[in-house]
């Protein structure tokens, strides 16, 4: 059950992602949602076999899925690129955000959430970096090393799958994340998503996810101080990055949530257009 379950974080961070790099690009509408279904569907059927979840079996999957949505018909569209992170629950269940996604879909917007086998390997990782901070057992360090280290394997094999079989943008590592992160705050702060809500911030940002929402829920007192709380020393590093906090509560109404997002949008949009102004604006050189 445990193999499983991994496996399926892995098989489920790739289609997650190549599914929001290509629904808002495709030709056909719902051509990515069909194929992510069909692939769900697949993958089910391999598990009730128990197959699909050897490294040679992942591999081969991983190819597969990749190269099947580079199949896809897909065109050139300026669309607004918006970022997701926040608490575990609300960033992702579209019955805790109100249906984020698919109203920023709405909007036109290109959305990219980061994976779940992150936060995997954040919780895994916080054991490690336990032992070195405030002391620990030798065991613990070395268990949760281990298990570290098969998960940043796992996530390799994905990144690899996407850059050999694609020309999709490939999502950072962990590595990289945690090391943008602690440029921001230090990797003691463990309460809630911690640093890595912190670290994915930074993370979007650098791959040009700028506009990005920290979906939190109300009076969450950990959110606001590694989300709300590092907005200001995130745009001090990137005064471009556009950055809005939304409360998700039942005693917040939609109509506010998404008005506050409409606004964020409004200035991506600008920030859009001043950018291609200023990119023609640069004068050509004369060929001599």
Known sequence: MLQKMLCALVYGDLLMDLTNQVRPYEVTSGTADQLCQHWIDDLSRQFDRRQGLSISDMKRNMRDIVMSYAAIEREKRDLVKVGIVGEIYIKYSPLG????EKFLAEQQCE???????????YC???GVEDVKLYGGGFVKKQLMSFVYSLVLKLEKMTIDAIRTYSDFE???????MKAGAEQIIGLGAKMGEGWLLT???VELNKAGF????????FGCLPNHIVGKGMIRKIREQ???????????????TQVNQENRIKLMLSIARENMKK????TASIPVPEAE
């Open 97 to 100: 955000n109100n249906s984020l």
């Open 111 to 121: 959305v990219k959430l980061p994976g779940m086998m992150g936060f995997m390997l």
């Open 124 to 126: 895994v990782y916080n």
């Open 170 to 176: 490939v999502p950072g590592s962990f590595p990289e």
């Open 199 to 201: 670290g994915e911030m």
């Open 210 to 217: 700028k506009n990005i929402i920290c979906t939190q829920p």
């Open 238 to 252: 990137d005064p471009d990055c556009n950055i809005v906090a939304i409360d998700y509560d039942p005693s917040a």
């Open 275 to 278: 950018a291609e102004t200023d």
